[in-house]
């Protein structure tokens, strides 16, 4: 059986080299992950080499474009989706505000939008505005004792009217991963448009996007050990139909009708880096590297990746299970289709006197509400003190998680 080799991996994150930045663990990566050294390598070569204005006959200039497209083709490669189904903006956010600013004028006599209680706000409250654009909403409630969303309680809402089912892929606060492709599925059956948060499941894994079937899929590459960009899948055919958002003369171009921003040239240029990391994973550990289709190696490398991720989980998960005082959010199934390695616990005290603590130990962590205020509420979790999250990824070691399980055993 194949393991990630976690060594290797770590030597292709300058970070690691430095002690003030990795301490003696970092698990604060649901906010943002170390930079790949494939990344920063093009950002520099970017700065320091091409113009800043791509696309023009100098070579400078003409290299530039080229880098930028190569990112373009080959993280659609990855992803399995058209190159022209792909959009960069500057941050998952923004790209929710622009689509949902699209979606205001969009012809439709379906005039439902189902939102989620267990989203980030970023693929909530940009939804839940256009009430006042003529849609009703509807909330598709997760479960109170879990914060678990439930298929049944979905099907119950989705009814003939419904325009657009928003979810996401998974938690940020309780790490469960949501059955995507069922809901995708049920969705479709119904005539509905589905948009997918999938900024805290892509750093566990790369996801087919074609076999998710989804119309839209969002995740943002700061957290995918790249720079600060959000990036969109946009089904085509939904794009033709939804109301251009960039100037009138570009109307023609797909790939410019859904970022009013203008583009960060150098920042795409580097998003080649993320996929020469992958690359350079699945070639270390897989010999017919040269023979397969990128997205196949996104599939192989993320199980490798969850698998990684799993086995470390499960002592930190058994100990906080037993710690007194402390509430583990969520479900309690850590298999690899249900759960990424995202823990939030209710301590019912002071949880940023904890993360201080833990801190002062070189282990970095967060608390509060991570955005995802109204899945805390549901949950009946005091705010503003929140959650203790403690987030890691596929290049954490074993000894850091034994760290931090040492320290949170004598700080709670
Ligand atoms: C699940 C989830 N969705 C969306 C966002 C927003 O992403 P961005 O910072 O790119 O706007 C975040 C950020 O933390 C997130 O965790």
């Known amino acids: 059986m194949i393991r990630l080799d976690v060594d290797f991996v770590r030597k292709q994150f300058p970070s690691f080299q430095f002690e003030e930045v990795v301490g003696n663990g970092f698990f604060e990566n649901a906010g943002g992950s170390f930079m790949s050294k494939q990344v920063i390598e093009r950002l520099t070569r970017y700065h320091n080499q091409r113009r800043v204005q791509p696309y023009w006959v100098f070579n400078s200039s003409k290299l530039a474009g080229e880098e930028m497209d190569e990112s373009r083709s080959r993280m659609a490669a990855l992803l399995n989706v058209s190159n022209s189904s792909l959009h960069f903006g500057p941050s998952t956010s923004q790209n929710t505000y622009v689509l949902a600013n699209a979606f205001k004028d969009l012809q439709t006599d379906r005039k439902v939008i189902i939102v989620t209680n267990q989203d980030h706000e970023a693929n909530s409250g940009v939804w839940r505005r256009l009430k006042n654009f003529g849609y009703t909403v509807k909330e598709w409630k997760v479960r109170k004792n879990t914060g678990s969303l ?12 419904v325009c657009l089912v928003t979810f996401p892929h998974c938690s940020n606060i309780i790490g469960e991963i949501n059955p995507v492709e069922k809901i995708c599925e049920l ?3 119904n005539g509905s448009y589905t948009c997918v948060d999938g900024v805290s499941y892509v750093p566990h894994s790369f996801p087919n996007i074609k076999k998710i079937g989804c119309d839209i899929y969002m ?6 050990y790249g720079p600060h960009l959000g990036i969109m899948y946009v089904d085509e055919n ?6 251009v958002q960039g100037h009138y003369f570009n109307a023609k171009d797909p790939t410019k009708t859904l970022t009013p921003a203008g583009p960060d040239h150098a920042q795409i240029a580097s998003v080649a880096g993320i996929v020469d990391y992958i690359e350079e994973i699945d070639r270390h550990h897989f010999k017919d590297n040269e023979e397969i289709a990128t997205h196949l190696k996104a599939e192989r490398i993320g199980k490798l990746q969850r698998e990684a991720e799993s086995e470390i989980l499960l002592p930190l998960f058994n100990f906080l299970k037993q710690k007194k005082g402390v509430k583990i959010l969520g479900n309690m199934d850590l298999s690899i289709d249900k759960k990424v390695p995202t823990i939030s616990i209710d301590i019912k005290g002071d949880v ?3 993360v201080q603590q833990l801190n002062k130990k070189g282990l970095m962590a967060g608390s509060g509400d991570f955005y995802a205020v109204r899945l805390l509420e549901s949950l009946g979790i005091e705010l503003p003190a929140g959650v203790l999250r403690l987030s890691f990824v596929h290049y954490t070691k ?3 998680i034994d760290s931090l399980i040492e ?3 004598q700080i709670l």
Request: charged share 40%.
């Open 352 to 354: 940023d006197g904890v």
């Open 398 to 400: 074993s000894k850091e």
């Open 407 to 409: 320290a949170l055993d």
């Open 238 to 243: 939904l794009n033709r139909l939804l109301p």
């Open 150 to 161: 439930v298929l049944d309680d979905l099907i119950k809402i989705l009814d003939k009217d």
């Open 187 to 189: 969705s479709k059956e």
């Open 219 to 224: 995740f943002s590459t700061y957290k995918t």
